[in-house]
């Protein structure tokens, strides 16, 4: 049973931050994504529109939800602290293993490709 009682206080975490999620107790921000990372091999995340900070660059959200869609059906995602996510970001430039494009309407959103076999590589705190 000691191994239950550790199982147990361990899944109740999980069941709390979902719990703060779902009475918005915690700030998200939610981003869905098109079929195209099933053969990039990345997650777009954008950091500005028209020349100016966006997405990840602004959000005042401490989650960061990030859907992959198929055929226009979720089919799963990605959950990171916003914290977490950004700081990806700084490390895989200066490794330079990120790369930026252009995207959404009008092309006007700047975005970087983030490698998703990279996305929890090394994970520190």
Sequence with gaps: M?????????????????EDLQNGNTMIEVKTERDIWKTTG???VEIRCSGKP??????????????LSDNDKIVGGY?????????????????GKLKMTMGGDFNASQMVLIPREELFKDYRT
Aim: net charge positive.
């Design 2 to 18: 000691k191994k239950f009682d550790l199982d147990l206080k361990f899944g109740q975490m999980g069941e709390k931050f979902v």
């Design 42 to 44: 990345n997650i777009a």
């Design 54 to 67: 966006s997405g990840i660059s602004t959000t005042g959200s401490a989650i960061w939800i990030h859907l």
């Design 79 to 95: 959950i990171f602290s916003v914290d977490y996510l950004k700081q990806k970001i700084i490390d895989l430039k200066k490794e």
